[in-house]
């Protein structure tokens, strides 16, 4: 039996399936009352939500570019941590890292570079690099660059070779070290000339060298008898 109800408009008899009234018109049916109100449950509760998802999403971003502290620096590799190193090998108790830079329109570039090179490696280092095993004590890179030969071939030639000790590119801190202080680490240079000279006249005797790495010049002007910094060492 259906159940009437009445208009509270007008008094007329209404069904319950009805939702306005057949004779005045009056919304009788509060069903969309309800709904209405459901719908603003939902509304306010993903309001409170969404400022919650953002809070954390951000959480998230901000520990992603926090500055971390220097001991956990590098990409656990030194052959990752520049593109320019192309190879890292172990022999004679060192690591033979090549870094073949490409044909920069300054010739005192290159040593620059091979700077911010070695940066990164010490970063690497300092970081737990897979290559730095114990036996390993020096870090030797072999520094090459593209050039013409007599024939006009294009080959890759050694310009110079550096020994820093690993012990000391652990110690550094990164935050503060630039790729002049790097060099500035070297113990010995060997400059394979008359392909260094150019870059290396310019870097440490040109109008602006007071600003550079100033040991590693001093290095570098000596006659070094280093076994380890043999040209293609790292071939071996």
């Known amino acids: 039996m259906t159940t009437m109800t009445r208009c509270r408009k007008c008094g007329a008899a209404t069904s319950p399936e009805d939702l306005t009234c057949r004779y005045c018109g009056h919304r009788v049916n509060d069903q969309w009352r309800a709904e209405i109100r459901e719908r603003r449950r939902k509304r306010r509760r993903l309001m409170l939500v969404i400022p919650s998802v953002s809070a954390v999403v951000i959480a998230i971003l901000l520990f992603a570019a926090w500055p971390r502290g220097d001991s956990g620096t590098g ?5 990752a941590s520049n593109s320019y190193i192309s190879q890292v090998v172990a022999a004679n108790g060192a690591l033979y890292a090549n870094v073949d830079l ?3 329109p300054n010739a005192d570039d290159t040593i620059i570079q091979a700077g911010l090179v070695a940066r990164d490696a010490g970063r690497a280092i300092k970081g737990g690099a897979q290559e730095v095993s114990s ?3 020096w870090i030797i890179f072999q520094v090459t660059q593209q050039i013409t030969d007599s024939k006009g071939n294009r080959t890759r030639a050694n310009v110079f070779l550096m020994k820093i000790d690993i012990a000391r590119m652990k110690m550094a801190d990164y935050k503060l070290t630039d790729g002049k202080a790097v060099l500035d680490m070297a113990e010995s240079v060997r400059r394979v000339r008359p392909i260094s000279d150019k870059a290396f006249q310019i870097y440490c005797r040109g109008k602006e060298s007071q600003a550079n790495a100033q040991r590693f010049c001093g290095v570098a002007d000596q006659a070094t008898n280093d076994p380890l910094l043999m ?5 071996e």
């Open 135 to 137: 036996s390993s004590k």
């Open 75 to 79: 990409d656990g590799s030194i052959s």
């Open 231 to 235: 040209p293609n060492q790292a071939a």
């Open 102 to 104: 490409p044909t920069f």
